[in-house]
């Protein structure tokens, strides 16, 4: 399938499925290398990351611990003004190397929240992955650690990410036609 539609939006192939899997064996290849001796606990960010973490960890070999958590679609107005609140942290990470299993980052203030509510619960260290990273809209220091593909600012769906809930189930990745 070259082309789906949803609602009333076109969206065309962007990335294969067999694409996606050379990056993902990639990236899982980097993390047996650069982990095998630490104490890792990945955090899977929901709901973009399902499969992408499903593929990715089925490729990691050693010894970690997994677990989901999710962004709260409530924003709560604090002194350092919108957050969004991560929930379901329910581990000690403390000592750990935590690593942040994203579908996408694209202006990273997501990613911004996740990493500063995270590094209150004192890790040893912190790694960030995201399958996906758009660079023109990125606008944050963090270093991210690993990226499966480099892309330009369009919206994509599929391979996990949504267009109001549809197209997660797509193993392609698909770009909105303007
Ligand atoms: P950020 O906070 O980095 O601007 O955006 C991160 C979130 O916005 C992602 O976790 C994702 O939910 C959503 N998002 C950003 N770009 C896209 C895109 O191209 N497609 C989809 N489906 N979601 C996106
Ligand atoms: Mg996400």
Redesign the pocket.
Known sequence: MDTITIHDSTFRIFLQPGEIHDAVERIARQLNNDLHDKDVIFLV?LN?SFLFAADLLRNYHNSCRISFVKISSYEGITNEGRIKELIGINEILEDKTVVIV??????????DCVINQIKEKHPAELKIVTLLL?PE?YEYPHKIDYIGFRIPN????GYG???DGFGRNMTGIYSLVE
Request: charged fraction near 30%; avoid cysteine; proline fraction near 0%.
């Open positions: 960010i973009g994203e579908d996408i980052v694209d202006t990273g203030n997501t990613l758009k809209a369009r919206f994509v769906v990410l949504d267009y």
